[in-house]
């Protein structure tokens, strides 16, 4: 029996590994879902099936309290919200590592761990790391998703002396890991937890707004990294495997993130970069600068005329929920025999892959869609550019401003294209708070006002 449950779970590995491989595909996105579900319900059946397990009926009742609520929330979210679910389930995925720490040590005899004052030094070792790791998950991920939900400010909270409050809380967890690991005392164990929970919240407050991707995937990986902790004190390889698999792959992705803001990952923990701005703040720094502005008319004219529009999405689109407005746009300039290209930015909106997810929503075909490192040069052969909702990820003064605090910053050349559609509410900053000299160029002309009226008035305009 052992035999045909290490199967089933080797199985279950290998779906979770091809659904990482689609998910990396737009096209095969669904595909990888699909092999994630699949996979999951093998290790779920298997568990089940051939482990000892005491009281069936409780945990039957778990299975279908999480489901009805994780089923109603995927029903009833909104794809702008994606972000901040996301790092919700991270919360409770670093919760959960936590519970089951807890559980073994009080219990180690039903682990096979040892005894209550003997357990095993390695699974102490174990222990140890995913309940500091599961706890810093789970409130760090809190704050985050708090700041993403506008319930806590996207402003950076610092304050005198924080970041050597935090190396000190470091440098204890790792001193009560020790302590725990020598003596074994529910002391120690406690006192990790708590640390632990102390320094997630203080290391993600000192984070700002526009660094929240970058942080959404890093507590991807923190969630990865304490399932796998845990998967060693249960002696269960298939967690062990699911765990390095997401922990590695929102290393990785982390890592991609800050390359992608020309930002490394400590200079993100500890630079605070990036809040919310108030929306009337550019238009005071305009000074006596030339804003032009025009209507959905103006720019319908200036496409409809056009051999090749570049669209630029960022998150102002995800808030008006104008991908499918957009889409139609763009089907009816390629009627009018106008080339038509979507372009990328890695850290556009407030998660990776967020707005290639709502453009795949709006089903706007896989070939027009185009990351940042293969379309900027496009932009200098591009008769428009039409930029909805986008700010600091086409912000000029991140190439020519050596005082701009997103100075090197990877951004689109969107200023290179014949004229420039800037569609926003309004002149104010951007989500890291910083003005952007796009909107006062010659060629770029401002179309102030909701996205998604915008574009299905220029709809009207087209026809």
Same mark, same amino acid.
């Given at each position: 029996?052992?035999?045909?449950?290490?199967?089933?779970?080797?199985?279950?590995?290998?779906?979770? &590994?091809?659904?990482?491989?689609?998910?990396?595909?737009?096209?095969? @996105?669904?595909?990888?879902?699909?092999?994630?579900? /699949?996979?999951?319900? &093998?290790?779920?059946?298997?568990?089940?099936?051939?482990?000892?397990?005491?009281?069936?009926?409780?945990?039957?009742?778990?299975?279908?309290?999480?489901?009805?609520?994780?089923?109603?929330?995927?029903?009833?979210?909104?794809?702008?919200?994606?972000?901040?679910?996301?790092?919700?389930?991270?919360?409770?995925?670093?919760?959960?590592?936590?519970?089951?720490?807890?559980?073994?040590?009080?219990?180690?005899?039903?682990?096979? &761990?040892?005894?209550?004052?003997?357990?095993?030094?390695? $699974?102490? &070792?174990?222990?140890? %790391?995913?309940?500091?790791?599961?706890?810093?998950?789970?409130?760090?991920?809190?704050?985050?998703?708090?700041?993403?939900?506008?319930?806590? $400010?996207?402003?950076?909270?610092?304050?005198?002396?924080?970041?050597?409050?935090?190396?000190?809380?470091?440098?204890?967890?790792?001193?009560?890991?020790?302590?725990?690991?020598?003596?074994?005392?529910?002391?120690?164990?406690?006192?990790?937890?708590?640390?632990?929970?102390?320094?997630?919240?203080?290391?993600?407050?000192?984070?700002?707004?526009?660094?929240?991707?970058?942080?959404?995937?890093?507590?991807?990986?923190?969630?990865?990294?304490?399932?796998?902790?845990?998967?060693?004190?249960?002696?269960?390889?298939?967690?062990?495997?699911?765990?390095?698999?997401?922990?590695?792959?929102?290393?990785?992705?982390?890592?991609?993130?800050?390359?992608?803001?020309?930002?490394?990952?400590?200079?993100?923990?500890?630079?605070?970069?990036?809040?919310?701005?108030?929306?009337?703040?550019? *238009?005071?720094?305009?000074?006596?600068?030339?804003?032009?502005?025009?209507?959905?008319?103006? @720019?319908?004219?200036?496409?409809?005329?056009?051999?090749?529009?570049?669209?630029?999405?960022?998150?102002?689109?995800?808030? $008006?929920?104008?991908?499918?407005?957009?889409?139609?746009?763009?089907?009816?300039?390629?009627?009018?025999?106008?080339?038509?290209?979507?372009?990328?930015?890695?850290? /556009?909106?407030?998660?990776?892959?967020?707005?290639?997810?709502?453009? *795949?929503?709006?089903?706007?075909?896989?070939?027009?869609?185009?990351?940042?490192?293969?379309?900027?040069?496009?932009?200098?052969?591009?008769?428009?550019?039409?930029?909805?909702? @986008?700010?600091?990820?086409?912000?000029?003064?991140?190439?020519?401003?050596?005082?701009?605090?997103?100075?090197?910053?990877?951004?689109?050349?969107?200023?290179?294209?014949?004229?420039?559609?800037?569609? #926003?509410?309004?002149?104010?900053?951007?989500?890291?708070?910083?003005?952007?000299? %796009?909107?006062?160029?010659?060629?770029?002309?401002?179309?102030?006002?909701?996205?998604? #009226?915008?574009?299905?008035?220029?709809?009207?305009?087209?026809?």
């Amino acid at each position: 029996m052992d035999s045909l449950a290490s199967l089933a779970y080797l199985v279950a590995s290998v779906c979770f &590994i091809m659904a990482l491989r689609g998910l990396s595909n737009p096209e095969l @996105a669904r595909t990888g879902v699909v092999y994630g579900m /699949a996979g999951m319900a &093998i290790a779920v059946v298997t568990t089940l099936l051939f482990q000892h397990l005491n009281s069936l009926w409780l945990i039957g009742l778990g299975i279908a309290v999480g489901g009805a609520i994780g089923s109603v929330t995927a029903l009833r979210i909104p794809m702008t919200a994606l972000p901040q679910l996301m790092a919700a389930f991270h919360s409770l995925v670093g919760l959960a590592a936590v519970f089951v720490a807890a559980a073994a040590f009080h219990s180690p005899e039903a682990y096979g &761990i040892g005894t209550a004052g003997e357990i095993h030094l390695n $699974s102490l &070792i174990e222990m140890a %790391l995913g309940t500091a790791i599961g706890a810093v998950t789970f409130t760090g991920s809190i704050i985050a998703f708090g700041k993403l939900q506008g319930v806590i $400010s996207g402003k950076p909270v610092v304050f005198p002396g924080q970041h050597k409050l935090n190396a000190l809380l470091g440098a204890g967890l790792v001193g009560l890991v020790i302590l725990l690991c020598l003596t074994g005392s529910p002391l120690w164990f406690w006192g990790i937890v708590l640390v632990a929970l102390a320094l997630g919240v203080l290391m993600i407050v000192p984070i700002g707004g526009a660094d929240m991707p970058v942080i959404v995937s890093m507590l991807n990986s923190y969630s990865g990294w304490a399932a796998a902790g845990i998967g060693f004190t249960l002696h269960n390889n298939l967690l062990i495997v699911t765990g390095a698999l997401v922990g590695a792959s929102g290393a990785i992705l982390s890592y991609i993130m800050c390359k992608g803001m020309n930002r490394s990952f400590v200079n993100v923990l500890l630079g605070g970069f990036g809040g919310e701005a108030a929306s009337g703040a550019a *238009a005071a720094v305009a000074g006596d600068r030339q804003v032009k502005t025009g209507a959905a008319e103006d @720019a319908a004219y200036i496409m409809k005329n056009a051999a090749k529009v570049i669209i630029v999405p960022g998150y102002g689109m995800a808030v $008006s929920q104008a991908q499918h407005a957009l889409r139609e746009m763009g089907d009816v300039l390629k009627k009018e025999g106008v080339e038509v290209k979507y372009a990328i930015h890695p850290v /556009a909106g407030r998660m990776p892959g967020h707005m290639n997810v709502l453009l *795949a929503e709006a089903n706007v075909p896989y070939d027009e869609v185009f990351e940042m490192d293969d379309i900027n040069r496009d932009f200098a052969q591009a008769d428009v550019a039409y930029i909805i909702g @986008a700010n600091d990820i086409t912000n000029p003064a991140a190439k020519n401003d050596p005082s701009s605090p997103i100075y090197g910053m990877p951004v689109l050349d969107v200023e290179k294209a014949k004229t420039v559609l800037f569609v #926003k509410r309004s002149l104010g900053a951007g989500y890291a708070g910083i003005d952007n000299p %796009l909107f006062y160029q010659s060629n770029t002309m401002m179309l102030l006002g909701d996205a998604k #009226k915008m574009t299905e008035d220029i709809i009207k305009g087209l026809g």
